[in-house]
Structure formats: C-alpha cells, structure tokens
C-alpha cells in the first residue's frame, strides 16, 4: 500500500505519503487563506521527501471535512482530479476522525473524548469517540454552549471555546500523517471508508432578493 | 513545440463549468455543465452554490470534454485554466483542479485572463487574431473596450464601465418587466416583437466631456424602472415588448458607437465582440451596419462561444504553447480582481522557495 493523504478542512495544508505501516514523509503548514497555493507544491514535495513516484501510488486519502467551505473544496477537488488523471481510487476520511486518530496516538487512548475544530460564526464541527476510538455522535455543527461533550476534548475548536470545552488541548489541527494511519487501518481492516464528498453540514448561504425594489419615492 | 497544440482549458469563474479542448485554432470539444438554474430563483449567481456545482462536475465535464475529442489526457501539450478575475471561491476549483491534472500528466499549466481568453476564442471561428484587433467585451460581469497588439502579452484597456455592466443591466430590467433571469437571452427574444423607437431611454456617457470609451448602465437601468412604474401608477398597461426594445437600442447605441470611435481613433479596421451579451441580436445587427459603414472588419464568434465556456480557455493556452510563453507556477493562486493586462499568470521563480517554506520533510 502506497497512500497519498491530504486535508485541506482545517487551517493546516498538511500532506502525507503512507506505505501501510508508517508515515513515510509528511508536511504541515498552517495559513488558513492560502490552501490553493499551498496544496499541490505540499504534495509534490512531500512525494519527493518520501522518495515516491506518483505512478507508485495504490491510493489517495482525503480528508473531507466538516470544515469551511473555500478551503475545503481544494483538497476535495484536488483529490478526484488525481484520482482521475492517475486512474487511483480516492478514499474520504472524516477530518474529525483523522485529529481523533492522532488525539489517541498522542496519549488520549483510553477513555472518551470530543473533537472540535473551528466552523467561524461562533460555532464548532465536533464529533464524540468512545474509549476504543469508535465515533458516538457527530459529526455536527452547533454552538459550543449548546454541546455536551466528553470529559476531555482537543482541536482549534475546543481550545477556542475553553468554557464549553474546559481542559481542552492539542491537537490543535488535522495532519495528514494520522489522516493517512486512520485510512491505512480501516483500509487493512476491510472496512469502507468515506466516498469524496464534501461534509458541508450547512445549507449554502442564499439570500433570496426581497422582491422588485422601487425607485420612485413612495 | 507543436505547431498545432492540444490544450485543454478549464473555466470556473462563474456559474458555468467548462472544459474544452483545443488543437492550434481548431476546436475539438466544448463541454460545459451549468448551474444556472439553481441561481434562477435568487435573481443572480450565488457564489456557494456555483462553487458545490463546479466541485461536483468538475472530474465528468473534463471526461466529457476528452470523450468528445477524441482523445487521451496524456496526449495534451498543456492545460489552461481561468486565474481570474471571477468569483473567488469558484475560481479556486477550477484552478485547483488544473494543477492537479497538469502536475499528474507532466504537462505544463497555463493560468490565463478570463477576458483574454473571451477575445481569443474568435481565433476558433475566424482564425488567427489580427494585430492590434480591438475588443469589445460585454457580459453580466464585464463591458470593456480592449486593445490587444498580442493575445498573450499585450492587452490594453481603454475604457470599461463605471457601473453596472451591460448584461447586469440587461438582468435588472427583465426583473422590473417580470421577464425572469438571466435576462439577456429573454429580453432579446421580446424585444422582437417590440418597436425599438418607442421610448428615448437615455444614452449613458455620451455627452462632449464625458469619457469617451467608458461606459454607464446605471442611470439607463433607473430610468426603465421609473418609466415602467409611472405608466403601472396611472394603471396603465406596460408596453413590455416596446420597453424591451428601447432599452436593448439605448444599450447597443452606445456599446457600437464607442466601439466603432475607438476603433476609427486608433488606426484599427478590426473589431472583435465578445462575452455572453455578444449573443443579443440586435447588438450584433448593428454592430454589423456601423462596422460596414466604417470599413471596420467586424468578428463575433457564434453565441456559443460568446457565453463563458472552457473553448476560450483552451484557445488562449494554446496560443500561449504556440508563442512559447512561460508556463505558470504550481503555486498559482486563483486572483478573484486579476488586471485585464495580466494576461496570463506566469512562473513566479518562487516555488523553490516555497517548497523549502513548507518544512516537513522525511518522517
Ligand atoms: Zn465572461
């Protein structure tokens, strides 16, 4: 296995090449309007760093979001143009699921917690996990203090909002290095990942004109 | 290089995704998936929903395109793609799409104007663009007046409007005659029937002082709606076929005329228009007179090609493949205001440094 994996649904341009087992090169980046530019010289470099032909490729995983919308597209897009020009099969990974992946790596294994990364507009895309890492609730997007999350919470999201989210910490940001762990184990698992759709959660803002405006004073 | 180029072009400013591709001047596919109608009850492009719908055609128009001509991604010389100006957001797929394909097939990436592209198009109806041809560009987004010495180097704006543009004019008075949206193709359909000398609509920027090759819709646009709301008042019927008519007159009056001066006082006998408003009838009817009576040679590609499409894109790239100009960067950035006089977004000599930028490395 040969993965290519990126996300682009947080404020990191991250990307990674996995062989099934590890993280063979990785990169990370945080600027949060400049994913377009960023995104494709990230994944030819990260190609290079980890000595990989892109005909090598077996696969791409892509993170899909919740995240905001503008971002979120060049990751998404980016992968089904690969997919389609290197005749590779593209795999959607919940970017929430990737950082719960990570959050679990670095020491959160164990015990339930709540991932919540940041949707403006005063409210977060969150998702809860139970001890063994399987996804309860989510994901959604809400008000923090309309949430009830677990004990212990990690992401931008949490760590913006610490009276909702009190003891929240790090990760801060999807990588693309647990986003490729998390594919590679439901991969060599059996199990079906994501189709590379947008998770959108929200409608799209469209404000209906309010009819014909006169212009003659009334 | 290829002395006839096969470039595909993709176009993603505004509500239409299109693809097309291109050998030398010769057009080989033009697809196009629109969303326009999920605008329709808005009254107008909503930026969210066009960018949702270019994600999601974006991978089956590009198919589509490479169907239809015929041929293998592998086999292009080059991929083009609209830098801008446009709708930000829906730019950004288009471009990142482009990179994607152009970086996965070793081909080298061409972002372009979009208005430059609308000029080059003609070259895949009338053949290779005249030097200097002076271009008339009007649409919902744009109405200039653009001299170009060379498609993919030197265009110069000599005037453009100070408000409205033409085809968001024609989009505003449907509205007011109840007509729908997008109001070019229904007000031109009316306006048949209508008798285009009924009603003197003013005739913006016209006056001795007033700037000779820029232009105003505004002032044209209130003057319909104060005219259709006195007769409404008075319980009048509304003549909407005679409005129709008198306002597309005022509109082409001054679109023609400006056209046809700038080109007599800069020495040019050729005038291109283009951009969806190119397709309006009478507009190219009297284009098409004043022209002749100026010894001007009109050009105006067939209405297809004068609404945004991936053709004019895939022209543009291939003429920047035949004149060897400098691919674009991978670091290329989707300009949502790119100056018409950047004509297309070259290597930057940063990406380098950016990769360097980018940290990280081997794990
Ligand atoms: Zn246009």
Known sequence: MLLLAFDTATPAVTAAVHDGTAVLAETHQVDARRHGELLLPAIDQVLRAAGVDKHGLTGIAVGVGPGPYTGLRVGLVTAAALGHALDLPVHGVCTLDAIAFQARAEGLAGQPFTVATDARRKEVYWASYDAEGRRTEGPGVDRPAELTPAARSVGAGALLYPDAFPGAHGPEHVSAGALAGFAAAELAAGRELLPNVPLYLRRPDAQVPAGYKAVLPA | ?363
């Open chain 2, 1 to 363: 290089m290829a002395d006839e180029p096969l470039v595909l072009g993709i176009e993603t400013s505004c509500d239409e995704t299109g693809v097309g591709i291109v050998r030398g001047t010769t057009l080989l596919a033009d697809a196009v998936a629109s969303s326009v109608n999920d605008h329709a009850r808005f009254g107008g492009v909503v930026p969210e929903i066009a960018s949702r719908a270019h994600l999601e055609a974006m991978v089956p128009t590009i198919q589509r395109a490479l169907d239809t001509a015929g041929i293998k991604a592998s086999d292009l010389d080059g991929i083009a793609v609209t830098a801008g100006p446009g709708l930000a957001g829906a730019l950004l797929v288009g471009v990142s799409a482009a990179k994607a394909y152009a970086w996965a097939l070793d081909k080298p990436l061409y972002g372009v104007n979009h208005l430059a592209s609308h000029i080059c198009v003609d070259q895949l109806e009338h053949g290779r663009l005249p030097s200097p041809t002076m271009a008339l560009l009007v649409s919902g987004g744009h109405s200039s007046l653009l001299l170009s010495e060379d498609i993919t180097s030197d265009v110069r704006p000599l005037g453009a409007t100070i408000d409205d543009a033409a085809g968001e004019a024609f989009d505003k008075v449907a509205r007011v005659l109840g007509l729908g949206f997008p109001g070019g193709p229904v007000v031109d359909r009316t306006a048949r029937e209508g008798d285009r000398k009924a009603i003197h609509f003013p005739r913006g920027l016209t006056g001795k002082n007033d700037p000779e090759y820029d232009f105003s819709f505004s002032g044209l646009k209130t003057a319909v709606a104060r005219w259709v709301e006195a007769k409404r008042r008075a319980g009048e019927e509304v003549p909407i076929a005679d409005v129709a008519a008198s306002f597309q007159e005022a509109v082409t009056d001054v679109l023609t005329r400006k056209a046809v001066k700038a080109c007599k006082d800069n020495g040019v006998d050729h005038l291109m228009i283009g951009g969806g408003v190119a397709a309006n009838s009478r507009l190219r009817e009297m284009a098409q007179q004043r022209c002749d009576r100026a010894g001007i040679r009109l050009r105006v590609p067939r209405p297809g090609l004068c609404t945004d499409n991936g053709a004019m894109v895939a022209a543009l790239g291939a003429e920047m493949v035949w004149r060897d100009r400098a691919p674009s960067a991978f670091d290329l950035s989707a300009d949502s205001s790119l100056p018409v006089t950047e004509v297309h977004v070259p290597h930057t000599h940063f990406h380098d440094q950016a990769y360097d930028a980018l940290g990280g490395g081997a794990a």
